[in-house]
Each structure stands twice: as structure tokens, then as C-alpha cells.
């Protein structure tokens, strides 16, 4: 299971059983269908920290689905993936869109619907996977994304594409002593080419999404002020509270929550960084907002699954052992 052991892993199988088992258990429960039925020689290699997970996959034409009963039948949590070629062709469905990618293209998709993958004949495949919740997009917004090529040479896929054809060059740089910053590094990334690539789809190009975005942006820029609330974004963007509730509301979000749930990822961030573990618990939840303790921890371990010290005390016995990093501490479901 990917974040049980040590750096890399490398893994190579030899019938396509053995490379769907391995897809199974390494990634998540999904169908793994080829034409290869015996010779299947496969090779994946794998690695993750604070729930990111990277995974560099060569083998021969394949096709993977997640489809609606799996989704049913098995709770993995809510996650994105990108699919960057790195050598051959594939095709990434969902959302009926097919965006069919080469050598540097991208695609992003969302395991908590049916998609499907199609692998060439001997294509290499990088994947980076992450929570929804680490990203500072609402999920109706970047559906609007997935199963869409981006292209290697436009906009800024032309910079995410080298880099992470190059961070899978480099995996292990996920167990060094920084890598703990690495992961939301990534994510963050990834997250501005998504805005970048809203900003350029026709049907967003609304004022109401827009502003959306620009609000998002400047929730995002001041996560540490206290008195951030409904009545002073709305003023500092010179709209009125009820029309901000209104923009919130059209994507199944309120103000307060998404304040919440922005600020508790940036106090996750910080509890699991070595870097800053001469800090307190506390000392870190009112740097971004939570000024009552309790009431922190709860919320924490609502939106998490375990509470702040156990997050923070289980990154700690990892990186003392050398190990990946604490990606199933915070995600036990993850199969």
C-alpha cells in the first residue's frame, strides 16, 4: 500500500492480474481490462507525502475504468487525478468529454464519478492524485475541466508539463527532510492552471464566475486575518453580502464554510511540516484564524478523521523512521 514503506517503490508484474491487483491496491479499486490476457509486463512506481501521491505507470495497451458500482461499493475518498503522457498516446473520458493526449499533454479527472483511461502500446503514464479538498476550487468548477486536454505548448500547461514529467524523475525527493512542502507545492500548481484555464473557457466567462474566482483569490490571500467574515469580503469586493451568499450558493457552498474549510488545509500544511514543529498546536491554529482551541480540534478532526496532535505526532514518527510520509494517516479509506 502506497506511504507504508520507505522512498520509491518499484513494482513489476507479469500477467495483467497481477498489474490490475496491483493497480487495485496501490491506487484504488478499479476495472483493468487488455488484449494481453498472459504477457503483460507492467512496472509502476510509486510515491506519496500528505496525501499526494504520485505514481509513474509503463506497460502495454490497457484500459482502466472507474465505474458506477465500484464508486458505490467502495469509499476511497474524494480525490482528482492528472494524467500527463509521457511517452506514447492515451485518452482520458468522463463527464462525456474525451480528451485524447500525447506526449506532454494533460488531463485532469475526478475519481468520485465514472471515468475511463486508454493506454497505448507502450505508453508511460505519470499520475499525480490529491484530495478535492486541497484545492481552492469548488468541485462544479473544475468539473467544468476534466476529460480536457491541455495542451504541452499553451498556457501554463507548458510549464506544469515539464514539471512533473521532471518531479517523476525525482520521486524521492518526497522523502527528504523537505519534501514535506513538496506536496502542496504540486497542488498548488496545479490549482493556478485550472484557475488560468477557467479564466480561458468561453462559457465561464461570466461576471458571476468571474468574481467567484477573485473572491476565492482573496479568501486565499487572508486566511490569517480573524475578522475575515461575510460582511468585510463582500465590502472589499464592493458587492453586498446577500449577492457574495448568492455566488457561493450557485456552486453548493457558503461563505463561512469554505472560509473554514480553506483555513483548516493551511493549519494541516503546518502541522505536518517538520519545519515548524518547535510550534504549538495552537500557536499554529491562530496564526490562521482559530483563536479558540477547542473548537479548532473539533473541526479538525471533523474535516480530517483524527485530531490535530495525532496528525502532527504521526508525521513526526514517520520522518524520525524515514519514512514516504503520513499520506494514509489522514487517509485510512484509501485502498
Not at 27 to 51: C, E, I, Q, Y
Request: glycine residues 6%; aromatic residues 6%; neutral net charge.
Amino acid at each position: 500500500m502506497l506511504g507504508a514503506g520507505p522512498g520509491v517503490q518499484t513494482t513489476v508484474t507479469r500477467t495483467i492480474d497481477e498489474f490490475a491487483d496491483l493497480v487495485r491496491t496501490s491506487v484504488m479499486p478499479l476495472s483493468v481490462k487488455s488484449r494481453h490476457a498472459n504477457a503483460f509486463v507492467g512496472r509502476m512506481r510509486t510515491a506519496g507525502r500528505d496525501r499526494v501521491f504520485c505514481f509513474e505507470v509503463t506497460a502495454p495497451e490497457h484500459t482502466v475504468e472507474r465505474t458506477p458500482e465500484l464508486i458505490r461499493e467502495c469509499a476511497t475518498g474524494e480525490f482528482y487525478k492528472l494524467s500527463l503522457m509521457l511517452q506514447g498516446e492515451g485518452m482520458v473520458m468522463q463527464d462525456s468529454r474525451e480528451a485524447v493526449l500525447r506526449q506532454g499533454d494533460l488531463a485532469i479527472y475526478d475519481t468520485t464519478r465514472p471515468y475511463s483511461v486508454i493506454s497505448s502500446e507502450g505508453a508511460r503514464t505519470a499520475i499525480v492524485m490529491f484530495p478535492r479538498d486541497m484545492i481552492a476550487l469548488p468541485p462544479e468548477m473544475v468539473a467544468q475541466l476534466t476529460a480536457v486536454r491541455f495542451d504541452r505548448s499553451h498556457g501554463l500547461a507548458a510549464s506544469v508539463s515539464p514539471f512533473i514529467s521532471q518531479l517523476m524523475m525525482q520521486l524521492d525527493h518526497f522523502a527528504r527532510p523537505g519534501g514535506s512542502r513538496l506536496p502542496h507545492n504540486i497542488v498548488d500548481l496545479l490549482g493556478t492552471m485550472l484557475v488560468s484555464e477557467l479564466d480561458l473557457a468561453p462559457e465561464e466567462a461570466t461576471h458571476a464566475s468571474r468574481m467567484l474566482r477573485q473572491v476565492m483569490g482573496y479568501i486565499e490571500d487572508n486566511l490569517r486575518d480573524p475578522d475575515l467574515k461575510l460582511a468585510s469580503i463582500a465590502s472589499a469586493h464592493f458587492i453586498s453580502s446577500r449577492y457574495l451568499q448568492a455566488l457561493f450558493q450557485r456552486n453548493g457552498l457558503t461563505v463561512s464554510s469554505w472560509v473554514r474549510e480553506r483555513r483548516l488545509e493551511r493549519c494541516h500544511r503546518d502541522l505536518v511540516d517538520p519545519s515548524l514543529a518547535s510550534e504549538s498546536v495552537s500557536e499554529l491554529a491562530a496564526k490562521w484564524g482559530f483563536l479558540e482551541p477547542t473548537h479548532f480540534s473539533r473541526a479538525y478532526k471533523k474535516h480530517f478523521g483524527l485530531s490535530p496532535r495525532e496528525a502532527r505526532a504521526g508525521v513526526n514518527r514517520k520522518t524520525r523512521g524515514g519514512v514516504v510520509g503520513s499520506a494514509l494517516l489522514v487517509n485510512k479509506d484509501v485502498a
